[in-house]
């Protein structure tokens, strides 16, 4: 769910800028899961760009005191989410702590990293939404250690079908700063692609497990 239309145009424009978002749909990607795919998305690049890091702190920032409050801690999602989450849980003044994808193999093999207290409110930060599988497995891992997680936060999302009936069944409130829908209106906006592109890109978006076969 989009809170703010400005901050996702805004956002949007921040990513293609610095090509943390390509566009290719005559030269498509190829995902690990076999999908060809017009778009390919590293949000990660965003934190060598001071200016775009802080802007997302700051408006993730925003939009979690006015959709969920302020909570107790801020969660990233290991590894892409560590440090934007570590940067927007020190702007708002609360504790963070990461989530691995699975148990370390060592040691005390926490799954959870940093010091938590069970019982409190959790917000967790993703820096992208596929299909929501990993991002849940954060959550159940959360959950398992006794946190009560409020929702999730990402920059991005596909706005893949998929990904919201996994968030809806596992009854996980998702906002993300910037989506598919307003990445494309923004490439449009600033001629980035034709309108007739934007409508070859909303069709991938529709199935894209069969999208240029």
């Not at 610095?18 to 060809?36: E, H, M, R, V």
């Not at 934190?47 to 925003?62: C, D, Q, T, V, W």
């Not at 959950?143 to 991005?156: D, T």
């Amino acid at each position: 769910m989009i809170q703010n239309k400005e901050a996702a145009l805004k956002t949007a424009e921040s990513l293609l800028q610095i090509k943390a978002i390509k566009l290719q749909p005559d030269n498509p990607f190829t995902w690990a899961s076999g999908w060809k795919s017009p778009i390919y998305c590293d949000n990660r690049l965003t934190l060598s760009f001071p200016a775009i890091r802080n802007y997302l702190k700051i408006e993730f920032a925003k939009q979690i005191e006015e959709v969920y409050g302020k909570p107790d801690y801020i969660a990233g999602v290991a590894t892409g989410a560590i440090a934007i989450g570590a940067l927007v849980a020190d702007f708002m003044g609360v504790p963070f702590i990461y989530v691995r994808d699975k148990a370390k193999g060592h040691g005390r093999q926490n799954q959870v990293e940093g010091f938590f207290e069970p019982g409190s409110n959790v917000v967790v930060i993703e820096d992208l939404i596929s299909t929501g599988g990993s991002s849940l497995k954060a959550v159940a891992a959360l959950k398992e250690a006794g946190a009560r997680v409020l929702g999730m936060m990402a920059i991005f999302t596909y706005g893949f079908p998929v990904a919201l009936e996994n968030f809806e069944e596992a009854g996980v409130r998702l906002n993300t700063l910037s989506d598919y829908h307003h990445l494309l209106e923004q490439a449009v906006q600033s001629g980035a692609i034709s309108l007739e592109t934007r409508d070859l890109l909303s069709e991938w978006r529709k199935d894209p497990s069969v999208w240029g076969k």
